[in-house]
Antibody
């Protein structure tokens, strides 16, 4: 079964750091881009960033709201993607979703989503 | 690129035909996806490339459009379709952006 499972969420004070993990199974992890999205309580979906597969350089892109504070990385040998979150702010409070980027001819979308992990930033 | 969905909320009955619109602030070709999200659950991909049905998604869902104007249509609402729907553009990034969502409720 194709699956993504996030872990590492929790309660953290403003200014502190937290690392989320996304463990993949059921597919060849290294062949896919991986992305993180988030959803603040009662709000819509927001893209956080993504990391391309090694075949596309393994490079990263980030939303302006997290650039310079968040870092996405991957360990293809373990089928895990990471989201390192530094200098956390109260507005980073959200459910964080890990997703798989699927590339078709002339199309791109996120076809597999994890169940999400809650991050609460509060003093 | 900003995406504007309309309506923001919608009440409908089982069996109704429903259309949700997504308008982009500039042309995005067909790089648009639609997602369904139920309360407490992760979003689910319904349609990509504006009109291609994701595997396993019922055929009552359809998408159309290109450029700046897109629609998601549910031909005959079923009880399990009551959810929030989001459009997403993947033509020009960063950033990848979403519409604000359309909440579909039971009348």
């Amino acid at each position: 079964e194709v699956q993504l499972v996030e872990s590492g969420g929790g309660l953290v004070k403003p200014g502190r750091s937290l690392r989320l993990s996304c463990t993949a199974s059921g597919f060849t992890f290294g062949d896919y881009a991986m992305s993180w999205f988030r959803q603040a309580p009662g709000k819509g979906l927001e893209w956080v960033g993504f990391i391309r597969s090694k075949a596309y350089g393994g490079t990263t892109e980030y939303a302006a709201s997290v650039k310079g504070r968040f870092t996405i990385s991957r360990d293809d040998s373990k089928s895990i993607a990471y989201l390192q979150m530094n200098s956390l702010k109260t507005e980073d409070t959200a459910v964080y979703y890990c997703t798989r980027g699927q590339l078709w001819p002339l199309a791109f979308a996120f076809d597999i989503w994890g169940q999400g992990t809650m991050v609460t930033v509060s003093s | 690129i900003q995406l504007t969905q309309s309506p923001s909320s919608l009440s409908a009955s089982v069996g109704d035909r429903v259309t949700i619109t997504c308008r982009a602030s500039q042309g995005i070709s067909s790089y648009l996806a639609w997602y369904q999200q139920k309360p407490g659950k992760a979003p689910k991909l319904l349609i990509y490339a504006a009109s291609t049905l994701q595997s396993g998604v019922p055929s009552r869902f359809s998408g159309s459009g290109s450029g700046t104007d897109f629609t998601l249509t549910i031909s005959s609402l079923q009880p399990e379709d009551f959810a929030t729907y989001y459009c997403q553009q993947l033509n020009s990034y960063p950033p990848i952006t979403f519409g604000q969502g359309t909440r579909l409720e039971i009348k």
